[in-house]
């Protein structure tokens, strides 16, 4: 029987077939999860192989493989490849096999792109950035537009910008209770942030002073337990990472009173910088590209890396001195984009295809390494990858890519090989991991940097 067959012979017989046997393609399926990683990834090829050979299959080979790739990295490049063939094909069945799984597993692999034609969302989130607004503005800006803004009061009737009222010290004396810090002490006004609204407080253990920022983070309006529970998930990765160099470190967080973390203090983003040198920029780079290796060899990815996503302390004596970067909200957007407008964290010139059309595969460790190339883009020439409204930016996204970095400003040609590779529009065709971005950008720092 087909089934007691030996696996790397059935996976030979498939490649090597001028008659390729559609019947062999439930067995492949079951092979994506064998122990041996060449006969997992002997099986994708031969899927790929079958898909080619019997494209009227494919549809229901989709299906098939989408159900696996979360957990199969096998069956997520079958995926890719199929995608990349067929992408009509893929995208339509994608939509019809999201809206018939159980709605816990539609959210976990929902990923921001068009919605139903009865313009609800069809398992899916919102587009970044897509909504009632239709006058084309500019998408993200990085000269501070937010700060014109009026204020605005919160559910609790606290004005965001002023000094904490009654109410703020009310849930202040319970965080205090419940943190590990001895004592916290709010130096300055609210600032609404990414994600909630900030403290920059003071907070003491054993006497030892610690630069806190205290974040009250938003929620949905009514209470979901599922995110809650996908939230801790993400919280507890990121504070088991906190010996990571180049990541804010999470202090301590809570689900009560309210849903509040307390992190390092950083003031400013990469958002708020002007255009590095060429040499200050590879360093920034590199170590940006070193944390986020070290962040995937421990199964942690980030999800939603751009310019404001990369924090600085903002403490410098003298104009020039070298601020570290900071990588910041670890894995918060993963769980944001299905319950918010995803635009809201991260900006859309800097995500990658797979967060407008499904095609190209889920939200992982590869789109890391694009969210690092963008973030690449801007240190070098001070500019975002993409300009324009929304729709303008998608449609680059998913068909030109951004202009090089050497025709927007004066940077080392192997700048545009290594940002180009980076933020190529299919996983297969950029950096198989950051540890190898970190190796190029190693080699524009020059001696002195």
């Given at each position: 029987m087909t089934s007691e067959r030996d696996p790397r012979a059935l996976v030979a017989e498939v490649l090597t077939a001028t008659d390729v046997d559609r019947d062999h393609v439930p067995r492949l399926l079951d092979l994506l999860d064998a122990g041996d990683r060449q006969v997992r990834l002997?099986?994708?090829?031969?899927?790929c192989v079958v898909a080619d050979e019997h494209p009227g299959d494919v549809a229901s080979l989709v299906g098939q493989l989408a159900a696996r790739a979360d957990e199969s990295l096998a069956a997520t490049l079958a995926?890719?490849?199929?995608?990349?063939?067929?992408?009509?094909?893929?995208?339509d069945r994608l939509d019809q096999w999201a809206s018939?799984?159980?709605?816990?597993?539609?959210?976990?692999?929902?990923?921001?792109?068009?919605?139903?034609?009865?313009?609800?969302?069809v398992g899916r989130t919102r587009i970044a950035g897509e909504g009632a607004d239709d006058d084309g503005r500019?998408?993200?800006?990085?000269?501070?537009?937010?700060?014109?803004?009026?204020?605005?009061?919160?559910?609790?009737?606290?004005?965001?910008?002023?000094?904490?009222?009654?109410?703020?010290?009310?849930?202040?004396?319970?965080?205090?209770?419940?943190?590990?810090?001895?004592?916290?002490?709010?130096?300055?006004?609210?600032e609404r942030r990414r994600y909630g609204d900030t403290y920059r407080t003071l907070g003491v253990v054993d006497e030892t002073e610690y630069a806190v920022g205290l974040r009250l983070l938003d929620s949905p309006a009514e209470g979901d337990g599922?995110?809650?529970?996908?939230?801790?998930?993400?919280?507890?990765?990121?504070?088991?990472?906190?010996d990571v160099d180049n990541v804010v470190t999470l202090y301590d967080w809570k689900a009560d009173p309210r849903l509040w973390l307390a992190t390092e203090y950083t003031a400013e983003t990469l958002a708020d910088q002007g255009r590095f040198p060429p040499a200050e920029a590879a360093w920034h780079a590199e170590r940006l590209a070193a944390a986020v290796s070290t962040l995937h060899e421990r199964g942690v990815v980030h999800a939603g890396i751009d310019a404001d996503a990369v924090a600085y302390y903002g403490n410098v004596i003298e104009e020039g001195d070298r601020q570290p970067p900071l990588l910041d909200n670890l894995g918060l957007l993963s769980?944001?984009?299905?319950q918010f407008d995803p635009a809201q964290f991260l900006d859309p010139r800097y995500a990658a295809p797979e967060y407008y059309q499904r095609r190209f595969g889920r939200i992982d460790h590869a789109t890391d390494i694009y969210g690092l190339g963008a973030v690449c883009y801007r240190l070098f020439t001070g500019k975002a990858p993409y300009t324009g409204a929304f729709d303008a930016v998608r449609d680059e996204v998913?068909?030109?890519?951004?202009?090089?970095?050497?025709?927007?400003?004066?940077?080392?040609?192997?700048?545009?090989?290594?940002v180009g590779k980076a933020m190529a529009r299919r996983k297969l065709a950029r950096y198989e991991t950051a540890a190898h971005l970190r190796q190029e950008l190693r080699s524009l720092r020059g001696d002195d940097a």
């Open positions: 002997g099986a994708a090829t031969a899927l995926l890719e490849y199929v995608a990349d063939r067929y992408p009509q094909v893929v995208e018939t799984v159980e709605p816990t597993h539609r959210v976990d692999r929902s990923t921001p792109t068009r919605g139903g034609s009865d313009g609800r969302d500019q998408v993200y800006t990085d000269d501070g537009d937010d700060e014109k803004q009026p204020q605005a009061d919160d559910e609790d009737g606290n004005t965001i910008g002023q000094r904490p009222q009654a109410a703020d010290a009310e849930w202040r004396s319970l965080v205090e209770y419940e943190s590990r810090f001895d004592r916290l002490s709010i130096l300055a006004p609210r599922a995110f809650a529970a996908q939230l801790a998930t993400r919280l507890e990765e990121w504070a088991a990472v906190a769980v944001y984009r299905h998913l068909s030109s890519g951004p202009p090089d970095p050497s025709a927007v400003a004066d940077v080392p040609p192997a700048v545009d090989d290594i």
